[in-house]
């Protein structure tokens, strides 16, 4: 039985922000979409969005305004090529995200998401504290993190 699950609150866009992430990775999916009963002012609207994201299952819920995201609290991705890193960040900061720094980015509802290659954690690792260092200071130097750039500050070049 899974103990902890995301609980997402948005606005009224709950079932919306779920097809978009159920649509970037493999094997997501929405699992159950419970609505307003008959005779509510939002009868037939989503209520709470049941989804799954690599095998986790996640809930998000139409519970008004009044409940902003901040940094505080944030989805780590992480990507094993560039392409993935391009490709969610392009979706997240889209149609009225934004980028912040160093791999985050907010979508369009204000989540907060950290698009990170793995070899950014591989080279921040190396027994070189030189090439830890180097990594370390060019990325914080970048907003969507580019791993040619990130090897080759390891390197020193």
């Given at each position: 039985?899974?103990?902890i699950?995301?609980?997402?609150?948005f606005?009224?866009?709950?079932?919306?922000a779920?097809?978009?992430?159920?649509?970037?990775?493999?094997?997501?999916?929405?699992?159950?979409?419970?609505?307003?009963?008959?005779?509510?002012?939002?009868?037939?609207?989503?209520?709470?969005?049941?989804?799954?994201?690599?095998?986790?299952?996640?809930?998000?819920?139409?519970?008004?305004?009044?409940?902003?995201?901040t940094?505080?609290?944030?989805?780590?991705?992480?990507?094993?090529?560039?392409?993935?890193?391009?490709?969610?960040?392009?979706?997240?900061?889209?149609?009225?995200?934004?980028?912040i720094?160093?791999?985050?980015?907010?979508?369009?509802?204000?989540?907060?998401?950290?698009?990170?290659?793995?070899?950014?954690?591989e080279?921040?690792?190396?027994?070189?504290?030189?090439?830890?260092?180097?990594t370390?200071?060019a990325?914080?130097?970048?907003?969507?993190?580019?791993?040619?750039?990130?090897?080759?500050?390891?390197?020193?070049?």
């Open positions: 039985m899974q103990r699950v995301p609980f997402l609150w606005d009224d866009q709950a079932e919306e779920a097809e978009l992430y159920v649509s970037l990775f493999p094997d997501a999916h929405i699992d159950h979409v419970q609505r307003w009963p008959d005779g509510t002012p939002d009868a037939g609207r989503a209520l709470v969005v049941e989804f799954t994201l690599f095998g986790q299952p996640w809930r998000a819920m139409n519970g008004g305004p009044g409940h902003p995201y940094d505080a609290a944030s989805f780590q991705v992480d990507c094993d090529t560039q392409e993935e890193v391009d490709r969610l960040w392009s979706a997240f900061t889209g149609d009225g995200g934004r980028e720094a160093c791999g985050w980015c907010a979508d369009r509802w204000g989540i907060v998401w950290q698009v990170t290659p793995v070899r950014l954690s080279l921040l690792a190396d027994p070189d504290s030189g090439r830890a260092s180097r370390m200071i990325m914080q130097g970048m907003i969507k993190l580019d791993i040619a750039a990130l090897e080759a500050a390891a390197d020193g070049r």
